[in-house]
């Protein structure tokens, strides 16, 4: 059964500053799904990756992954207030026809 | 990127009564979409799968009977929320997945469910 770890669970940060959130996953798998939720709200997509040492970036979100050690990161680099939100890990399994979810980073920038 | 419409965004509903929510991929066909339901804090987790014309796989522990989930067309599926009760509150978020790109998922507005 495919497990999904996702931490830290909570994190508060300075504006400006950088920090990395992790997932690890149990099993094989042949995609990586990262997703932002804000309060109330269904789920953005911020990255899709596909393949090994995959590296994707928008604005200040960098994510990356490695199968081998099965592990995605999602860095912020000099977060501002509007990053904060929870965001979500996922992982394709069974041919990727289904999403296993971590359980989520609340992220919560101070001004 | 492709438009998934969820309705409604929220209901209030008495206890005992049934409650269905829509999902409908607006500009692609639908040939699998996802069920998965939120509660306050948590994560998502995986209700249900339905295939456009054929029953709906539930995961486990997830009553069948009373969460009815129909994929008549391939544009839209329904999940029907039976005899709700109070510890069904929850947020309700459907997904949906093209049989040309089964890399990507898109995900509807979500359900806010509460149940009086």
């Known amino acids: 059964e495919l497990k999904v770890e996702q931490n830290p669970l909570f994190l508060s940060m300075q504006e400006g500053k950088n920090y990395t959130i992790y997932c690890n996953y149990s099993t094989t798998s042949d995609r990586l799904y990262w997703y932002r939720q804000d309060p109330g709200k269904s789920l953005e997509s911020l990255f899709v990756l596909l393949s090994n040492g995959a590296v994707k970036q928008e604005g200040r979100l960098m994510a990356s992954l490695d199968t081998k050690a099965r592990l995605s990161t999602l860095h912020i680099t000099a977060a501002v207030h509007d990053l904060s939100a929870t965001y979500f890990c996922a992982v394709g399994t069974e041919y990727g026809n289904k999403l296993v979810f971590g359980a989520g980073t609340i992220l919560r920038v101070k001004s | 990127g492709a438009v998934v419409s969820q309705h409604p965004s929220w209901v209030i509903c008495k206890s005992g009564t049934s409650v269905k929510i829509e999902c409908r991929s607006l500009?692609?066909?639908?040939?699998?979409m996802f069920w998965y339901r939120q509660f306050p804090k948590q994560s998502l987790m995986l209700m249900a799968t339905?295939?456009?014309?054929?029953?709906?796989?539930?995961e486990q522990g997830v009553e069948k009977d009373k969460f009815l989930i129909n994929h008549a067309s391939l544009t839209l599926s329904t999940l029907t929320v039976t005899s709700a009760h109070p510890e069904d509150s929850s947020f309700y978020i459907c997904?949906?997945?093209?049989?040309?790109?089964?890399?990507?998922?898109?995900f509807g507005q979500g359900t806010r469910l509460t149940v009086v």
């Open positions: 997904s949906a997945r093209t049989f040309r790109d089964l890399t990507e998922a898109f």
């Open positions: 339905s295939n456009e014309g054929s029953k709906a796989t539930y």
């Open positions: 500009d692609f066909q639908a040939t699998t």
